[in-house]
């Protein structure tokens, strides 16, 4: 989910780095868009995230072609990912003052559910990081966010290839679901270690009165996509349809 | 409609302390909020609700609710027309859904309404949004056909808001839950804690003493809704009262868990933490109380007249001087004190909850008040003295 998530075309037509909204349809509103500096800025962090995403590409790849395996790569690109990862937080910041035309409240939860595997389960429970579901996940997320990124910064500087639309809102059929049980897997696989461990819970009684069960909070997230996936999916076949169809009309008249 | 409504108000006059042994306070006690319970249930949310809701339709606003900016009369003056006709479209789609003849120019838009209602009954009134522009603002109850700026044939664009449910059946909803809720934990039913702990008593007096100001503060914000509050506006959407009630109903849960825990542990600080907490809760409870009585005292029944309210001689509402909304204030105080009586963190993060939406209102509030009134006084901050 938090692949689909942040693939999902929630953040309206899709320009989520920055809105210049230029390569889209001609039917839809011109929006004004960031200032100049804010438009400079933008790509140069678009441009960092893509190089980064590339960077743990190149980096499975590598680890691959020398272990002969695919097992445990994640070793090989665990601090990338977790830089590269935990930096689009400042994507929420990016909503809240305005240069980014997203909900901060729909950015906030993709980006902290991503934020969240990658910290409090899979860098927490160490048993989980040589599971072969956390390189699904990471597979799905790296290749839809070396897109995702590419196409805002296409998009900031008005010049958006088609193959990068298409890419965007297309992959994200198979990504998404690929993720998302990457995902679902990983947190299983962490469980009997959560609960084993007592990790990150609190029990009766303590001078706070306050208790948490952190095997029981996960298990509730893994229930929670149960409503919220097919929406999301959904949501992004339904935007696919209209950016790519759009676009077709557009090519027609040219 | 896009009230915003006080969730955290009201406070409930204390009474005495507790008959000697804890138990029978506790039985005491519950019955005596069991019975009051249920009989204001009863009377509430039943006939007594609906009619309750009917007779504060035409009264005055509520100083508490509403944030919604001041709306001067559309005092433009349209031809004197002799009999008006209006007809009715919708506002999406353009469709002529009704056409009034022979409607009085000085008809209100409440009397359209209800003509309205005739030729589509499901639309009951509180439902119907009518306007001039489709995009533009909703009319008011009181406007009169002949004020507003139209021709022979007045057009107005109709907009469903939805189902509807009554002010007051919210919040009686809201506030009867956590009451009865809390008790379903302090009384320790089965089910919630271990078997061994069914019905059993805590043996530690700040638990019941929670019990009790949790249980009057809910009694006090039920009384306050039947006898005090005055509702602009009589109705919001359906859909806010599972919002509403899921908050107040599944914080009330959870805090009830924690304190009435037989693994409850007691205030670091003993008696001593227990007594400054109370006095704070007391306090807050009488300030909050004193301040709604006041609002209510700002408009007589009926008439609209809008004023700023000012410090009285119930030194409680002296915090008018520093703060526009001091039933806020005192609210925020009141959970504040109740989280250091119980030493609860969930009823810390409850009391946090409550504060930010409190401020958002607050200071919607305040901005109303500044737009309205030239002469608001400059000190008062909306929510925190010289703060917030």
Not at chain 1, 3 to 25: D, H, K, P, Q
Not at chain 2, 53 to 58: A, E
Not at chain 2, 117 to 131: D, G
């Given at each position: 989910m938090a692949a689909a998530a942040v693939t999902a075309a929630t953040r309206g037509n899709g320009a989520g780095g920055g809105r210049a909204g230029a390569g889209e349809a001609s039917g839809s509103r011109k929006k004004k868009g960031p200032g100049p500096l804010a438009t400079a800025y933008l790509v140069i962090y678009n441009v960092v995230m893509t190089a980064g995403w590339l960077v743990i590409a190149v980096g499975l790849v590598r680890a691959y072609l020398a272990k002969g395996s695919y097992h445990s790569l994640y070793y090989s690109i665990e601090k990338p990912l977790k830089f590269f990862q935990t930096g689009a937080l400042l994507e929420i910041l990016h909503c809240a003052i305005g240069i980014v035309p997203s909900s901060v409240v729909l950015t906030s939860f993709q980006v902290m559910s991503r934020v969240f595997l990658i910290w409090a389960v899979t860098h927490s429970v160490k048993e989980v990081q040589s599971e072969d579901s956390v390189l699904l996940f990471v597979v799905a997320w790296t290749i839809t966010e070396i897109i995702r990124y590419s196409f805002y910064t296409f998009s900031l500087l008005n010049h958006l290839p088609y193959l990068i639309k298409w890419a965007r809102y297309t992959l994200f059929i198979v990504l998404y679901p690929m993720g998302v049980s990457g995902e679902l897997l990983t947190v299983y696989a962490a469980l009997p270690f959560v609960r084993q461990a007592g990790l990150y819970s609190i029990s009766l009684p303590n001078k706070y009165n306050f208790s948490f069960d952190y095997y029981t909070f996960l298990i509730l997230m893994m229930i929670s996509y149960i409503p919220i996936f097919p929406q999301l999916y959904f949501h992004m076949i339904h935007q696919r349809r209209k950016v790519l169809s759009h676009t077709e009309e557009h090519k027609k008249f040219e | 409609m896009s009230i915003q409504k006080p969730h955290l108000q009201g406070t409930p006059a204390l009474e005495g302390g507790c008959p000697p042994s804890s138990e029978f306070c506790g039985r005491l006690l519950g019955g005596s909020v069991w019975g009051s319970f249920i009989f204001s249930w009863a009377m509430a949310v039943g006939p007594l609700g609906l009619h309750l809701h009917r007779s504060r339709q035409?009264?005055?606003?509520?100083?508490?609710?509403?944030?919604?900016a001041a709306e001067f009369d559309r005092a433009s003056p349209a031809q004197s027309t002799s009999r008006g006709e209006v007809e009715i479209l919708d506002a999406k789609t353009r469709e002529k859904l009704c056409f009034l003849d022979k409607v009085e120019p000085q008809a209100t838009i409440a009397e359209i309404k209800n003509l309205f209602t005739k030729s589509?009954?499901?639309?009951?009134p509180a439902r119907q949004s009518l306007r001039l522009d489709p995009k533009g603002k909703s009319l008011k109850d009181e406007d009169v056909l002949q004020k507003l700026p139209v021709g022979t044939t007045a057009t107005l664009y109709f907009r469903d808001l939805g189902a509807q449910i009554s002010w007051v059946t919210v919040f009686l909803t809201e506030y009867a839950g956590p009451l009865f809720i809390y008790l379903l934990f302090y009384f320790r039913v089965?089910?919630?804690?271990?078997?061994?702990?069914?019905f059993t008593s805590s043996r530690h007096t700040v638990v019941h003493l929670a019990c009790i100001c949790h249980s009057f503060h809910y009694i006090k914000r039920l009384l306050e809704t039947l006898f005090v509050h005055r509702f602009s506006h009589g109705t919001m959407p359906l859909r806010n009262i599972f919002k509403n009630c899921t908050y107040y109903w599944g914080f009330a849960a959870w805090m009830a868990y924690y304190i009435n825990h037989p693994l409850y542990t007691p205030p670091t600080y003993g008696a001593q933490q227990v007594k400054l907490a109370l006095a704070i809760f007391v306090i807050c409870q009488l300030g909050n109380f004193s301040i709604h009585m006041a609002l209510r005292d700002l408009r007589p029944a009926g008439s609209k007249t809008r004023k700023i309210p000012y410090p009285t001689k119930?030194?409680?509402?002296?915090l008018f001087l520093l703060v526009s909304c001091p039933n806020y204030t005192y609210e925020v105080g009141s959970w504040i004190g109740f989280a250091i009586m119980t030493q609860c963190l969930p009823v810390a993060l409850f009391s946090l909850v409550g504060f930010t939406q409190m401020t958002i209102w607050a200071k919607g509030k305040h901005r109303s008040y500044l737009k309205e009134f030239r002469d608001y006084p400059p000190l008062r901050m909306p929510i925190i003295p010289f703060l917030l």
């Amino acid at each position: 989910m938090a692949a689909a998530a942040v693939t999902a075309a929630t953040r309206g037509n899709g320009a989520g780095g920055g809105r210049a909204g230029a390569g889209e349809a001609s039917g839809s509103r011109k929006k004004k868009g960031p200032g100049p500096l804010a438009t400079a800025y933008l790509v140069i962090y678009n441009v960092v995230m893509t190089a980064g995403w590339l960077v743990i590409a190149v980096g499975l790849v590598r680890a691959y072609l020398a272990k002969g395996s695919y097992h445990s790569l994640y070793y090989s690109i665990e601090k990338p990912l977790k830089f590269f990862q935990t930096g689009a937080l400042l994507e929420i910041l990016h909503c809240a003052i305005g240069i980014v035309p997203s909900s901060v409240v729909l950015t906030s939860f993709q980006v902290m559910s991503r934020v969240f595997l990658i910290w409090a389960v899979t860098h927490s429970v160490k048993e989980v990081q040589s599971e072969d579901s956390v390189l699904l996940f990471v597979v799905a997320w790296t290749i839809t966010e070396i897109i995702r990124y590419s196409f805002y910064t296409f998009s900031l500087l008005n010049h958006l290839p088609y193959l990068i639309k298409w890419a965007r809102y297309t992959l994200f059929i198979v990504l998404y679901p690929m993720g998302v049980s990457g995902e679902l897997l990983t947190v299983y696989a962490a469980l009997p270690f959560v609960r084993q461990a007592g990790l990150y819970s609190i029990s009766l009684p303590n001078k706070y009165n306050f208790s948490f069960d952190y095997y029981t909070f996960l298990i509730l997230m893994m229930i929670s996509y149960i409503p919220i996936f097919p929406q999301l999916y959904f949501h992004m076949i339904h935007q696919r349809r209209k950016v790519l169809s759009h676009t077709e009309e557009h090519k027609k008249f040219e | 409609m896009s009230i915003q409504k006080p969730h955290l108000q009201g406070t409930p006059a204390l009474e005495g302390g507790c008959p000697p042994s804890s138990e029978f306070c506790g039985r005491l006690l519950g019955g005596s909020v069991w019975g009051s319970f249920i009989f204001s249930w009863a009377m509430a949310v039943g006939p007594l609700g609906l009619h309750l809701h009917r007779s504060r339709q035409c009264q005055g606003r509520h100083g508490l609710l509403s944030s919604t900016a001041a709306e001067f009369d559309r005092a433009s003056p349209a031809q004197s027309t002799s009999r008006g006709e209006v007809e009715i479209l919708d506002a999406k789609t353009r469709e002529k859904l009704c056409f009034l003849d022979k409607v009085e120019p000085q008809a209100t838009i409440a009397e359209i309404k209800n003509l309205f209602t005739k030729s589509h009954p499901q639309w009951y009134p509180a439902r119907q949004s009518l306007r001039l522009d489709p995009k533009g603002k909703s009319l008011k109850d009181e406007d009169v056909l002949q004020k507003l700026p139209v021709g022979t044939t007045a057009t107005l664009y109709f907009r469903d808001l939805g189902a509807q449910i009554s002010w007051v059946t919210v919040f009686l909803t809201e506030y009867a839950g956590p009451l009865f809720i809390y008790l379903l934990f302090y009384f320790r039913v089965p089910f919630i804690y271990g078997h061994k702990y069914d019905f059993t008593s805590s043996r530690h007096t700040v638990v019941h003493l929670a019990c009790i100001c949790h249980s009057f503060h809910y009694i006090k914000r039920l009384l306050e809704t039947l006898f005090v509050h005055r509702f602009s506006h009589g109705t919001m959407p359906l859909r806010n009262i599972f919002k509403n009630c899921t908050y107040y109903w599944g914080f009330a849960a959870w805090m009830a868990y924690y304190i009435n825990h037989p693994l409850y542990t007691p205030p670091t600080y003993g008696a001593q933490q227990v007594k400054l907490a109370l006095a704070i809760f007391v306090i807050c409870q009488l300030g909050n109380f004193s301040i709604h009585m006041a609002l209510r005292d700002l408009r007589p029944a009926g008439s609209k007249t809008r004023k700023i309210p000012y410090p009285t001689k119930n030194p409680f509402t002296w915090l008018f001087l520093l703060v526009s909304c001091p039933n806020y204030t005192y609210e925020v105080g009141s959970w504040i004190g109740f989280a250091i009586m119980t030493q609860c963190l969930p009823v810390a993060l409850f009391s946090l909850v409550g504060f930010t939406q409190m401020t958002i209102w607050a200071k919607g509030k305040h901005r109303s008040y500044l737009k309205e009134f030239r002469d608001y006084p400059p000190l008062r901050m909306p929510i925190i003295p010289f703060l917030l």
